[in-house]
């Protein structure tokens, strides 16, 4: 994470804050980042250094035309200073430092198939063995676990993945 994405979140906070609107500014950066994530021309149309500012501007304006004011300020400082390819780590940094002011925690969970609301439930009591603070879980899929699970918690992890376990099973008898 750049120190720039991070100190242009720390901004876009307290401005937010200021005005009462964290939640709907922290929605808004959720919102950019699946639309970039989910989108690689879009990702190689914020990154262009070829491309101008003002229209990457006109094109984010359209795109995100119902976000808070404040994401828009944000938008118009990243085109005055030419920053628009750090948009998604600023969006990304300021929903780690929302959750930080809210007191919550992300449990990301890796599994190798998308989890149901019942794995969710299981994983979350399982979590909360771990942190005192309130959870959310940010999924992974990663098909080469296996089965099973991986969940992170800041730096405390509990692997209960199949392809850990194989692993296990292989030292074991290498040995």
Known sequence: MSRAAIRYAKAILETAVSSGKTSQV??????IIAAVDSSADLQDFLASPIIKSDLKMNALTEVFGSVQAETKSLFRLLQENKRFEILVAIATQYNTQFD???GVEVAKVTTAFPITAELEAQILAKAATISTKKLTIQNTIDPS???GFILRIGDKQYNASVSNRLQELKREFSN
């Open 145 to 147: 676990i296996i089965g």
């Open 26 to 31: 922290n929605d808004d950066m959720k919102s």
């Open 100 to 102: 930080e002011m809210n």
